[in-house]
């Protein structure tokens, strides 16, 4: 995937068994999020499961990983088409509020002889292959798939809002109940508050924090996947839209106020009319 594109996003059902890669992440965003204790409460009795803060790490055979982040993506390093089929089956029974569509992203990587990781033309070039070092690239690559998310849904928001602009340009005003329109700004706000409240896309995770010797593994691929422009691309569209819907309410209080202004002036009339009749 080019860097700063939307991953694709459709049916997990739709999908056909890709060729076999010794090499192979993939990223899936399934949900809004994962209820992360039941999940892990769950794995810790099936599986090889561990905890890391917002990440339940999962070894169920030699080289095989996978990386479950509560904000609902997983990460998946040598996973064949049936184990990834009954893994997202797992997932799907703790999501919440689950995509229809969901949004995937996939890299390959190799063992490098140089020190240090490079990332080009969707190769990670990496001198470590430790657990630690999968899961400082999976962060980044996490990051990316949830934001990919939000860029599909702020486009979809975008479609739906794209008459109004339009509708004022050619007409000079549109009839939109103030009910409807408080919904469409409440609704964009939400999606506002998601990206800056409550996935903290444009912060470095705590595990990095934690772990200030794998920041490297995590910045190259973020740069890579361009993170951070692209969530404040996100942001300044998100404002547009806020900004119109503002506007519009702006607009339908100034008409409410010119009605009431119009009723006492005819109220008025009536009563000087009545006056003058007596």
């Known amino acids: 995937m080019p860097a700063g594109m939307p991953a694709t996003a459709h049916p997990y059902s739709s999908r056909q068994p890709p060729p076999a890669t010794m090499n192979n992440i993939r990223a899936l965003c399934l949900a809004e999020r994962f209820q992360f204790d039941a999940l892990y409460e769950y794995l810790s009795h099936q599986t090889h499961a561990t905890r890391m803060r917002n990440v339940i790490v999962l070894n169920p055979d030699e080289g095989v990983r996978a990386f479950l982040f ?144 794998l920041e ?17 691309v996100l942001k300044n569209r998100l404002e547009v839209i806020q900004e119109l819907l503002e506007m519009m309410a702006d607009e339908q209080k100034h008409s409410h106020s010119s009605m009431l202004e119009w009723v006492i002036i005819v109220l008025i009339a009536i009563e000087i009319a009545l006056f003058f009749v007596k």
């Open 70 to 213: 509560d904000y609902g993506v997983c990460v998946l390093f040598h996973y064949d088409y049936e184990s990834e089929k009954r893994l997202i089956d797992l997932l799907r029974k703790y999501a919440t509020n689950p995509l229809e569509n969901f949004v995937e992203e996939e890299l390959e990587y190799q063992l490098s002889s140089e020190s240090g990781v490079r990332v080009r033309n969707d190769l990670i070039d990496v001198d470590d292959v430790s657990e630690l070092t999968c899961l400082s690239l999976s962060h980044a690559l996490a990051q990316s798939t949830k934001l990919a998310s939000f860029e599909a849904s702020i486009e979809e928001t975008i479609k739906k809002t794209k008459y109004i602009p339009e509708t004022l340009a050619s007409k000079g005003s549109i009839a939109m109940s103030r009910k409807k329109l408080a919904r469409e700004r409440g609704r964009v706000y939400l999606e506002k508050s998601h990206i800056i409240l409550q996935f903290n896309l444009l912060d470095t995770p705590e595990f990095i924090w934690e772990y200030p010797e």
């Open 216 to 232: 490297h593994y995590y910045l190259a691929l973020s740069r890579y996947l361009e993170i951070a422009p692209r969530a404040t």
